[in-house]
């Protein structure tokens, strides 16, 4: 297959299936999915017109993806006004959906993007940002996990653990990007919390409750971004982080540490302070500890960088920084960061502005370039 071919016939499709009527970042991701199937097909079976062939396939996958959406919203309309109706709880398959996606036959991170794209109605784009990997790779993925299952019988129901993942990549996206699924993936944890007594899935009840507490307090009225040491905590939903500890306690008491469970309990050491000056950032780093050796996540070797910095001043958060690789998604904005606590304005002012370009979406971006403007008026 001819890879300039392909780069240059790409806009042409995208703009005519925007065109037709499809919004731009559903016209992208139906294109990303028809080239996927453009590097499955082409190499054995040529087409005579490539632009007609790619134009034919990306509005049949852009068809089925909008046949999906309506139908997933008709299901949760219907479920809204039956509940309104009746008050009498009603059968909700969504859950049931998840845990069939995380097929036996596929791979626990194919299993996870499937549903997310298949059930969560995350974009590929969303999805590959939840990953840290490129959006083509992503897309690649979700076409192979799409091939492996057709023609597969669901009668084998996926695990526990990779439905955990899909709801937590499910709350994650619906918390701090576009799609507002938040509260469903809460609705679908506490019907899993109900029906299977784990202390993981516990864990991740309690650790979205406490997150979800502090969603009001995280924008200003003109969307802006509020770091947690400057949240209104008045603003902070007190039932909310009231149950997820007491449900948090519950879990640790049962001695089956898992990443859920300690994430949480993070997040409870947050919540437990009333002002930012007085959170306990020395168990913090404890609980970081802990989530390190059961997860081996360089994500979590960044945050720990962060706690680090916080109970033992910012050279150690920096000692603890430079042993990371550089490249990590947000791994400049924490530097920044740090580097302004060890009073060097000049370097954080640079990190703030490289951080910035990097920045996974435009709030976080005028965030970090706010935080960059304001250092070099300090500089003078």
């Known amino acids: 297959m001819d ?5 240059s016939l790409t806009p042409h499709v995208l703009g005519i299936l925007v065109r ?4 731009f970042a559903a016209a992208e991701d139906a294109v990303q999915d028809a080239l996927v199937e453009a590097v499955r097909v082409w190499p054995a079976d040529p087409p005579r017109d490539p632009k007609g062939w790619l134009v034919m396939v990306a509005w049949r996958k852009f068809l089925d993806a909008t046949r999906s959406d309506v ?36 791979s626990p991170s194919s299993a996870v993007a499937l549903t997310l794209r298949a059930v969560g109605g995350l974009t590929t784009r969303q999805i590959a940002q939840a990953y840290l990997v490129p959006e083509a790779t992503m897309a690649q993925r979700i076409s192979r996990a799409k091939r492996t299952v057709s023609g597969v019988r669901f009668d084998q129901p996926g695990d526990v653990a990779t ?22 993936a809460i609705r679908l944890t506490r019907q899993l919390a109900a029906a299977v007594d784990h202390p993981e899935v516990a864990g991740l009840l309690a650790l979205m409750l406490l997150h979800h507490a502090r969603r009001a307090a995280r924008t200003a009225p003109d969307g802006s971004l509020v770091p ?29 540490l898992g990443e859920f469970q300690a994430q949480a309990a993070i997040a409870a050491l947050h919540a437990d302070a009333l002002t930012a000056e007085e959170t306990d950032w020395v168990q913090i780093v404890e609980w970081y500890d802990e989530l390190e050796r059961l997860t081996d996540s360089p994500v979590v ?19 603890a920084l430079a042993a990371l690789d550089d490249s990590l998604p947000r791994h400049a904005a924490v530097a920044a960061y740090l580097h302004e606590r060890d009073g060097d304005v000049a370097t954080a002012a640079r990190l703030y502005a490289e951080a910035a370009l990097k920045a996974p979406n435009l709030a976080e971006r005028e965030h970090l370039t706010r935080q960059a403007a304001r250092l070099n008026v300090r500089r003078g």
């Open 3 to 7: 890879d300039v071919l392909i780069r």
């Open 20 to 23: 037709r009527g499809a919004d």
């Open 71 to 106: 139908a997933r919203r008709r299901r949760e309309g219907l479920l809204d006004e039956e509940r309104a109706a009746d008050p009498t709880p009603a059968v909700d398959d969504t859950l049931q959906l998840y845990f069939l996606c995380a097929h036996s036959s596929l």
């Open 163 to 184: 439905v955990l993942r899909v709801l937590y990549l499910v709350f994650n996206e619906g918390y701090s990007g576009d799609v507002d699924l938040a509260a469903e």
């Open 228 to 256: 947690l040491a400057e949240q209104d905590r008045g603003r902070w939903d007190t039932e909310s982080i009231a149950e997820g500890v007491v449900i948090l306690q519950r879990a640790l008491a049962r001695d089956r």
């Open 301 to 319: 070797r960044l945050n720990r960088a962060v706690a680090v910095g916080e109970a033992d001043g910012p050279h150690a958060g920096l000692a």
